[in-house]
């Protein structure tokens, strides 16, 4: 038997479940609104974009006529008979490889330096973040004009110290690469004011705490500030390498402004790579392919294969760098 005040409270809580079911879903309903933006978005400008290259990479596409199913020769040709997609591979590893880090490191060398200006910071942070603000295309040619072989000011300096023949710069195909090399360094500012956030948001008290300790510079840089920015590192470090994946436009105005033949008529396929492919990078390749040789389907199938190298990249990245990462950052 049942008590009178048992049966009310089941029958409270009975007739509690439906209103408590409606509220859980208009909360849903207001999530899903407020989310419903960006998944447009995200379906829209990536999902889609995904989905149809991986079908045109299985078809022999010109844009015009319609797409013919050919499965796995697009795969096959880019592995086995594509003669320069490994040369464009090479060029764009090294990008990832000797750029990135060296730009990061400048980076954090300059924000550690600034961390300890005392007069006019802000006026040297200012000076070093504008080459930042400078159009990639325009930051190019400055630096091609700078660096010209024949009548380039750097050259005209080196000559003043003993140096009559002064190096060819974008001109040679050993020293185009770190030609732009120096470009990445100079425009380091997005990443060094990300770097100086985090130099800046180390706590004090650990650096006083490792003094009372003894440790010398070098020990407070690898065992409290390295720790405190392994977050920035890693954010910055995932950022540059999926930019290098993607290196184009300053290799590209590179070549064609240092060839000296930008031709309408030619198009901007005609001078990529210059000198000898040494400026030819993996989405250049893809670009003279796709827009220049309307071959839409192979150029597919590279973005496809891009995209595969950057998501293992990223996901075995992460797996190795978890263990690293503090508590706060990973929970």
């Known amino acids: 038997m049942t008590t009178l005040a048992e049966r009310t409270t089941g029958r409270a809580v009975i007739a509690a479940r439906p209103g408590q079911q409606r509220a ?13 933006p960006a998944l447009l978005g995200l379906a829209v400008f990536f999902v889609y974009p995904l989905l149809a290259s991986i079908f045109f990479s299985l078809t022999r596409y010109d844009g015009l006529s319609d797409p013919q199913w050919i499965g796995l020769r697009n795969y096959q040709y880019l592995f086995t008979e594509d003669p320069n997609v490994w040369v464009a591979a090479g060029n764009t590893l090294w990008f990832v490889v000797i750029m990135v880090p060296v730009k990061l490191a400048f980076a954090f060398a300059v924000a550690g330096l600034l961390t300890r200006a005392r007069r006019s910071s802000g006026v040297w942070r200012t000076l070093f973040y504008l080459p930042a603000l400078v159009p990639p295309v325009a930051s190019v040619v400055a630096f091609v004009f700078l660096f010209n ?16 023949q002064g190096p060819l710069w974008f001109n040679d195909p050993n020293l185009s690469k770190p030609s732009l090399l120096l470009l990445a360094v100079w425009v380091m500012g997005d990443v060094m004011i990300i770097f100086l956030a985090g130099l800046l948001d180390v706590p004090r008290e650990l650096y006083e705490a490792s003094s009372l300790d003894g440790a010398n510079g070098p020990q407070k840089l690898r065992y409290v500030t390295f720790p405190a920015m392994i977050p920035v590192l890693i954010f910055s470090l995932v950022t540059g390498v999926i930019a290098a994946l993607q290196y184009f436009t300053e290799a590209a105005v590179a070549s064609t402004v240092a060839l000296g033949k930008a031709s ?3 198009g901007i396929g005609a001078t990529l790579g210059y000198p000898d492919n040494s400026l030819l990078t993996y989405t250049e390749w893809l670009y003279v392919r796709g827009f220049s040789n309307f071959q839409f389907g192979y150029a597919s199938a590279l973005a496809v294969l891009l ?8 996901v075995l990245f992460l797996r190795k760098v978890k263990a690293f990462m503090p508590e706060e950052a990973t929970s």
Do not use: D, H, Q, Y
């Not at 859980?24 to 407020?34: D, W, Y």
């Not at 072989?149 to 009559?164: A, E, R």
């Not at 995209?307 to 990223?314: G, K, Y």
């Open 24 to 36: 859980r879903r208009r909360r849903l309903l207001v999530v899903f609104g407020m989310l419903l």
């Open 149 to 164: 072989p024949g009548t380039g000011p750097i050259n005209l300096i080196l000559s003043f110290f003993g140096v009559k």
């Open 264 to 266: 309408v008529g030619e």
């Open 307 to 314: 995209f595969i190298v950057a998501a293992a990249f990223l």
